[in-house]
DNA sequence: CCCGGCGCCTGAGGGC
DNA sequence: TGCCCTCAGGCGCCGG
C-alpha cells in the first residue's frame, strides 16, 4: 500500500521533473477524482512537491494547490522533455501506454509532456484549492505529526516531527491495540499496513498488544523500529503492492526485502515460527508468535 | 475514547 | 477467452 516510503518516492520524481512545468489544460475523465476549480490551474507553474503523510501537494505560482491523495492504486507518471532519453524504466502493464483505461486525468504540460492520473480502484482524490486552504482540508488538518525520516524540505511546513516523548505520550494514553495505533493516521502520519506489521517484527512487538501497556523500553524499540523500517523503505524506492509506481512509472524493491507482511505460513526470518496471519480492526495483520510478545 | 461494520471500487485468485 | 464468488484495503462515516 502507498504509505510515507512509497509518496515520498513519487514526490522527489515529481520535484525533480514536474517543477517548472506549466499546466496548459487538465483532461478529466472520472468527475469524483476531481474537486475544485480545473480553470484555476491553467497557465500556472509548478513552484513545488510537498508531502504530508501519505499526502501529496503541488503548489502553483499563482497560489494555488493541487492536493492528491493516492489511496490503494492511484498513481502520477510524468511522461516528457525532462525524462533520459535512455532510462532505466521498467514499466507495469498498467504503466506502459498510456493513458490506458484506467486513467482518469491528464494533465497537459509545456513542451509537450504530460502527467497521468491514473487510479485502478477510483479511491484517489485530486483536490485544487488556494495554497492557503490545503492545511484547512480535514485529511491534512487532523494528520498527526511524522516520524523523522525524510528532511523537512518538501514536507508541510509547521509540522513537528514526531519525537521519542510524543511517542510516549500519545502510546502511554491510548488503550488501542498497537497495531492499528499505528496505522491511524491522526495518531501518527504516514504509516499503514505493510509498515506497521514490519516495525512490530523488527521490535518484536504482538500487534495485539494494547498501546498503553508497552513498557517504557518497548515503546523506544518500537520508535526506532518505525524509523528503521520507513528508512528502509525509502532505500528500496517504496514497495509496489497493487499498482504503486514511482513518477516515472517504475515499480519499487521493498516487497523483496518484506520479513512479515504477505509472508503467511513461511518460517519467520528468525526460524522461530511460522508466519501467522490475523485481522485487526479489519486489516491482514503478519506477525510471529514465537518472537512478538 | 474505542470498535466494528459498511461503502467506495475492481483485479486477483480460489473453487468448481 | 470459463464462470462465479470473495477478498483486499485507505479513509470517512455511522452506530453502539
Redesign the pocket.
Known sequence: ???LPEVETIRLGLEKYLVGHTIVSVDVGLR?IVTGDTKQIFGSKVKAVRRA???LIIDLDNDYSMAV?I???GQLIYRGSRVPRVSRVSLK??GRDLPN??TYVIFKLDRDSLLYYND????GWIKILPTSEVDK???FR?LGPEPPVVPLRGTMKGQAPLTLEKFKEIVG?????IK??L?????IGGV???YANEALFFAGIDPRR???QLSNEEMKKLYDAIIQVLKKGLKYHGAT??NFVDALGQEGEYQQHFLV??QEGEPCPKKNGIIK?I???????YFCEKCQK
Not at 183 to 187: L, N, P, S, T, V
Open positions: 500500500m502507498p504509505e469524483k503523510g501519505k499526502g491523495h489511496k490503494l492504486t502493464k498498467i483505461k484506467w485502478v480502484r477510483q479511491f482540508l480535514p485529511f487532523e494514553r491510548s488503550s488501542t491495540k492499528p495505533f496505522m491511524d493516521q491522526k495518531k499503514g499496513n505493510i494494547t498501546a498503553k503492492e497493487l507482511y504477505s496471519k485481522k485487526l480492526g479489519g486489516r491482514g495483520t
